[in-house]
């Protein structure tokens, strides 16, 4: 009789979309006090230079407990902050799949 194991996923799409909604948001706050104009496509300004606070992004992790099943690490966050969505979401990714993997027990 053979056993299977089923290898749980990283739920990057999931992820990916949280944490962009999220961070869009933050954005067009930044936006919003800072005077900037975003351009109406999403994708265009998720690459906007928009500066958010470190602070920001810290508090909005909380949005992606759900997805990943536990609370991700504060030092998950870039010092400084970033420069836009998409710098956060490049820097943030790779960065909670790291610490899902470990909580899961999934291997490199």
Not at 7 to 19: H, I, R, S
Not at 51 to 77: K, Q, W, Y
Request: aromatic share 4%; glycine share 6%; proline share 6%.
């Amino acid at each position: 009789m053979q056993t299977t194991t089923k290898t749980k996923l990283f739920p990057k799409q999931d992820l990916e979309l949280v944490l962009r909604d999220e961070l869009m948001l933050a954005a067009e706050a930044e936006a919003s006090m800072h005077g900037i104009v975003l351009p109406a496509s999403s994708g265009v300004a998720a690459v906007a230079p928009v500066p958010m606070d470190s602070l920001v992004v810290v508090e909005l992790l909380c949005a992606v407990e759900p997805v990943l099943g536990f609370t991700p690490a504060d030092a998950t966050v870039r010092t400084g902050g970033y420069n836009s969505v998409q710098d956060a979401l490049d820097h943030l990714i790779p960065r909670l799949e790291q610490q899902w993997k470990k909580k899961n027990g999934v291997s490199a």
